[in-house]
């Protein structure tokens, strides 16, 4: 077995994409199952009352800036791994013309799903710390009547918590979310596009927290593809506007990646130009030698 796996990796190391392709393909696996995994933890630190208890909220903010602490280290390895391999495939003329030229796009694809993962991650914890923060905050609003009176009046509303705004699906339940309409109708499927009332939305605190805020392991498929997306639009700097960084871990990421994203591009096709001239210019002064040589030998045959 050893022996096998051994091999495996020796040709791996001498395929010049397959070790970044195989690292994306991993990095992709574990960021898409890792909130499967923490997603049980968070929900057993509720309370199974609808009261909340100040040391919840304290366990969730410590287990918040844990998740945060993990995805900025993670993000980190994942984006300076591609720099890595730039330097290490393109810049230090170790492959030369359409090779270094694919090794640019191959770094340039793994940068913008090395964030996508990324911004994947924040998405579910900054959805999880929303629910939770609004699940606190609208439950003390409903507990003075004054109050609850005006917010319903004026149907005001307490801000978001998001990493991004601009992603319709939610990787957690929350008060303000359409799948809180499920408490009183558990067979309702439909798809909500206006903002819930501020009168439902006080309903649902009256519910524990485990019946409304609930993780949705069933929106992973449209996140992660909004999450790349958005990856693809800010590494090429577009910025279309209809995703936006919210938080400041994700205005942080988004803006180290618009920086290297157009830093590696420019330097990759620059020394992929560079590998292709100076081949061009290899195989030109071995066609003149050989013309030289044809002359030399033509002279001495006619001599």
């Given at each position: 077995m050893y022996k096998y796996i051994k091999k495996y990796l020796s040709v791996i190391n001498k395929n010049y994409i397959a070790k970044p392709i195989i690292i994306a393909f991993f990095s992709v696996i574990i960021a898409y199952y890792l909130p499967d995994l923490t997603a049980r933890f968070i929900e057993e630190g509720m309370s199974p009352f609808p009261e909340i208890k100040p040391n919840n909220s304290n366990l969730y903010n410590q287990i918040h800036i844990i998740s945060m602490g993990f995805i900025l280290i993670f993000s980190c390895l994942i984006s300076f791994y591609g720099i890595f391999g730039l330097i290490r495939y393109t810049m230090l003329q170790k492959h030369r013309g359409k090779r270094k030229l694919i090794l640019v796009l191959v770094t340039y694809m793994y940068m913008i799903i090395g964030f996508a993962n990324t911004y994947f991650l924040i998405s579910y914890v900054g959805d999880g710390y929303d629910a939770i923060h609004k699940f606190y905050n609208y439950y003390n609003i409903s507990q003075n009547k004054e109050t609850k009176d005006l917010i319903v009046q004026k149907e005001l509303r307490i801000s978001n918590s998001n990493a991004l705004s601009g992603i319709k699906d939610k990787l957690w339940s929350g008060v303000d979310t359409q799948e809180q309409l499920q408490l009183w109708n558990s067979g309702l499927s439909v798809d909500i596009t206006e903002p819930l009332p501020i009168s439902i939305v006080l309903k649902g605190v009256e519910y524990p927290q485990p019946q409304v805020i609930r993780y949705l392991p069933d929106n992973k498929p449209t996140v992660y593809a909004n999450c790349l997306y958005f990856s693809t639009i800010t590494i090429a700097a577009l910025g279309y506007g209809d995703?936006?960084?919210?938080?400041?871990?994700?205005?942080?990421?988004?803006?180290?990646?618009?920086?290297?994203?157009?830093?590696?591009?420019?330097?990759?096709?620059?020394?992929?130009?560079?590998?292709?001239?100076?081949?061009?210019?290899?195989?030109?002064?071995?066609?003149?030698?050989a013309n030289i040589d044809g002359i030399s030998d033509h002279y001495r045959i006619a001599k």
């Open positions: 995703i936006l960084p919210q938080s400041y871990l994700a205005k942080l990421l988004v803006c180290l990646e618009t920086i290297m994203g157009q830093l590696l591009l420019a330097l990759g096709i620059a020394s992929a130009y560079s590998g292709i001239s100076s081949t061009r210019k290899s195989e030109a002064v071995v066609k003149q030698n």
